[in-house]
């Protein structure tokens, strides 16, 4: 039951999930006006979360990984390349079409984080579904104030499910959220929006 439990915790606070959600909320939060938060929306999901989601589900379909989720560390470089490809299109994409800043605030965090795990990656699994989540909060509690403080209550139980399944080690999970609200943190200061 509880290994059930931390499945589903982990499928539906899934990384893409939560980055889906969260640029959501930052587009209509940002946007001046209800059509502008869409065409934000599309344009970050299309070309930064998309492709790489894209291309897990194709690879995991192939048997070229073990699943969407990429739980085997060595299976993890590519993908952080192509995340990382990702971003940065996406960056020059939404600073030529003049996005709010928030946005591009976002991404290049995003891309700063991707690239920070990439490294540790080349030498330990680090927890993106706990990182993803801590971020989330960060950026939630930037934008939103101590509205946004109340995301945190997920940080526990996704760090928990990743333990439970035996995905990560404790440290694994407190590593990823501690460096992901900490890049977070200094983007959004660099772009005085913190």
Not at 20 to 37: G, T
Not at 108 to 136: D, Q, Y
Not at 153 to 170: D, G, Q
Request: net charge positive; proline share 3%.
């Amino acid at each position: 039951m509880k290994r059930q439990l931390a499945s589903l915790t982990s499928g539906v606070l899934n990384p893409f999930l939560v980055s889906v959600v969260v640029i959501l909320l930052l587009s209509f939060e940002s946007a001046s006006s209800v059509s502008d938060a869409v065409k934000w929306l599309l344009i970050f999901v299309t070309v930064s979360i998309l492709p790489v989601f894209l291309v897990i589900i194709y690879l995991a379909h192939n048997d070229k990984l073990e699943g969407i989720f990429i739980n085997v560390r060595g299976e993890r470089h590519k993908i952080y390349l192509l995340a990382v490809c990702s971003i940065v299109a996406g960056c020059i994409l939404l600073l030529n079409l003049g996005a709010p800043m928030v946005l591009v605030a976002s991404l290049v965090a995003g891309l700063s984080a991707v690239f920070v795990f990439m490294c540790i990656n080349l030498l330990w699994k680090i927890s993106i579904h706990t990182a993803f989540m801590a971020a989330s909060v960060a950026v939630l509690t930037i934008v939103y104030g101590s509205v946004g403080v109340l995301a945190v209550m997920l940080v526990p139980p996704v760090a928990w499910a990743r333990i439970e399944m035996k995905h990560h080690s404790l440290a694994q999970t407190i590593a990823g959220a501690l460096l992901a609200v900490l890049i977070v943190v200094v983007v959004f200061r660099l772009f005085g929006l913190a």
